[in-house]
């Protein structure tokens, strides 16, 4: 699939033209000629023969910015100043600050914000160690880990280099929950290493976001650490993606006319993200599921299956393939109601399209290029949805990961639960109302202004619900806190 002109490609060029009439209309012409998209043009400075102008526009790719530019070189009297990268300049000095709450303006604020007046609230939690849920930032507070093997799009590229992603993640929490959250890049790939290194930051924190951590170590990195802390682990790899597909599928099948439990489904990849697609497929109500990776249908007589080499290879041939078939995506998506892919670009073909049931659902969620041509696909398929964002139907996790922890830190939970994740996809798929939804429109977009908050209350009641407990009393910001005994 040809990439076309994007914004996360967007470069302003700072040039000098002669104030002839057709000197502006020269220059975009030649611009939309080598393939560009001019979105601004902002005089920034004007004599009687020359003025000073500031070009925007999108592009493929880099390269294709800088043969761009060089072309515009061309034009008679043109003078080519700064090009400045959109994206990197969005990124200078990185995208996150610290600031404090609270002014220290006199030696009295001082006093109560750190020594001596600190000391008092240090001795409370010391008592009480709940109390640091009210007196600290661990009330609001998420930490955005990874080792950077998993990078989406980029796969193991480290930590430093991870590192403006995980800035990102970081913007979406604050930005769709208001949850501080920091990025924490461990240079170490060790399981053991991860898992010590997250427990000893725990204390500060409400909850864990593991980020881009790749398979298979993720799964018992996230294990361990669900087992060994009392705040909620949550893989966003795995279980963010899980719930907008389930949400999305929940959503295309209504379109459709189908019901989960009764339609065939081949998932692609056997990673993360598709081992924890299938889990919550499954405890959603699947039941007729077929696997496949790049060695084809995942089935209980395969050798790395037997051999005991990949036990979550194992751990999907137990419970899906019913009919312990074998063979390759071609023959699992054959007559199927439902493709859903998180593997590799261009591996699904129109004629497998086209030999799937009718009324077909095609979810080619690989990233940046997914497993078809989503135009491809639409030729046969009802309703199709892809990772990105410049087609519709876009599943995405920032859907969900902000309200799912905010709801987990207003119910103070302790865990992240299947069911959890479950009332995160059914809400998210309720925020489609029958008079809105479409084959094109069968998730929300992330700027629907009830989506966190929607996400969060069922959230935060199946947390309750399982823990049977009144909601907790979250602190008024402007309130005056408890006081310790003096007794």
Not at 12 to 38: H, N, Q
Not at 185 to 193: M, R, S
Request: proline share 6%; hydrophobic share 45%; glycine share 6%.
């Amino acid at each position: 699939m040809a990439a076309a002109p994007s914004i996360a490609n967007s470069v302003t060029v700072r040039l000098v033209l002669p104030a002839r009439p057709t000197a502006v209309s020269e220059m975009t012409s030649l611009i939309e000629e080598a393939g560009g998209v001019v979105t601004g043009l902002d005089v920034t400075g004007s004599g009687h023969a020359r003025m000073r102008v500031d070009l925007t526009m999108l592009t493929r790719d880099p390269d294709h910015a800088d043969a761009i530019v060089e072309t515009m070189r061309t034009v008679e009297g043109v003078e080519i100043g700064r090009v400045s990268d959109r994206t990197f300049l969005m990124h200078l000095g990185g995208k996150l600050t610290v600031e404090s709450k609270v002014p220290i303006r006199t030696r009295d604020d001082l006093s109560l914000i750190y020594t001596p007046g600190v000391a008092r609230v240090c001795e409370a939690i010391a008592r009480n160690p709940e109390d640091a849920r009210r007196l600290t930032i661990k009330r609001n507070t998420v930490a955005v880990v990874t080792d950077g093997t998993a990078v989406l799009g980029l796969g193991d590229i480290g930590p430093l280099a991870a590192l403006p992603v995980m800035e990102g993640k970081a913007a979406l929490f604050k930005r769709f929950a208001d949850i501080d959250a920091f990025p924490l890049c461990l240079d170490t790939t060790d399981v053991e290493e991860i898992i010590r290194t997250v427990k000893a930051i725990a204390p500060g924190f409400a909850g864990i976001n593991l980020e881009d951590i790749s398979a298979p170590r993720c799964f018992e990195i996230e294990a361990r650490l669900r087992e060994e802390l009392d705040i909620p682990v949550f893989h966003d790899d795995q279980h963010g993606t899980a719930i907008v597909a389930l949400a999305a599928l929940r959503n295309a099948l209504r379109v459709v006319g189908k019901q989960l439990e009764d339609v065939r489904l081949v998932m692609s990849g056997a990673g993360a993200a598709g081992t924890a697609i299938l889990k919550l497929l499954l405890h959603a109500g699947a039941r007729h599921v077929v696997v496949t990776d790049v060695d084809g249908i995942v089935h209980r007589q395969r050798a790395d299956v037997r051999s005991g080499d990949h036990p979550n290879h194992a751990w999907i041939a137990e419970h899906t393939n019913a009919d312990d078939v074998a063979g390759t995506l071609s023959d699992a998506v054959r007559g199927a109601d439902v493709f859903l892919g998180v593997s590799a670009p261009n591996i699904l073909t129109e004629a497998d399209v086209a030999s799937m049931a009718p009324d077909s659902v095609v979810f080619a969620m690989a990233n940046p290029t997914p497993e078809i041509d989503p135009d491809l696909a639409a030729r046969h398929a009802a309703v199709v949805a892809t990772g990105r964002s410049d087609f519709a139907n876009q599943i995405n996790n920032v859907l969900v990961f902000p309200g799912v922890f905010r709801g987990l830190i207003d119910a103070a939970s302790k865990h992240v639960t299947m069911d959890v994740l479950l009332a995160a996809a059914d809400a998210l798929s309720a925020v489609v109302t029958d008079d809105e939804l479409n084959a094109t429109y069968i998730i929300p977009s992330v700027f629907h202004p009830d989506v966190s908050t929607v996400v969060a209350d069922a959230v935060r009641k199946a947390v309750l619900a399982a823990t049977s407990e009144e909601p907790p009393v979250l602190p008024d910001p402007n309130a005056r806190p408890h006081l310790p005994d003096l007794g």
